[in-house]
């Protein structure tokens, strides 16, 4: 059974940092695409980031590029997104994200983790 735990989020300053974990098990972890989605209050499912299957390139959105870093660590199982600098505006559930194959929209990837809020205060 596929599964991805998510742990990490929580209430933070604005400019202050957090990062999240999903640990992943069922799957062959090295050999697929993995991410993280976010979703706000009244607004779309948005990819914060994601590490592509084909050429293992990494994909930040314009708003959190330069602050948010993806990483992965196989022997663990395990990938995480480093959050630095973060404003109100990054206030959202966040979701960790697999795929055999992924892409850049939500409906890209088969498995998902259960969610982890990210509160950001001003």
């Known amino acids: 059974e596929v599964q991805l735990v998510e742990s990490g989020g929580g209430l933070v300053q604005a400019g202050g940092s957090l990062r999240l974990s999903c640990a992943a098990s069922g799957f062959s972890f090295d050999v697929y695409a993995i991410g993280w989605f976010r979703e706000a209050p009244g607004k779309d499912r948005e990819a914060v980031s994601y590490?592509?299957?084909?050429?293992?390139?990494?994909y930040y959105a314009d708003s959190v590029k330069g602050r948010f870093t993806i990483s992965r660590d196989n022997a663990k199982n395990t990938f995480y997104l480093q959050m630095n600098s973060l404003r109100p505006q990054d206030t959202a559930v966040y979701y960790c994200?697999?795929?055999?194959?992924?892409?850049?929209?939500?409906?890209?990837?088969?498995?998902w983790g259960q969610g982890t809020q990210v509160t950001v205060s001003s």
């Open positions: 590490i592509r299957r084909s050429d293992e390139n990494t």
């Open positions: 994200v697999a795929d055999p194959l992924g892409g850049s929209n939500y409906y890209n990837y088969h498995y």
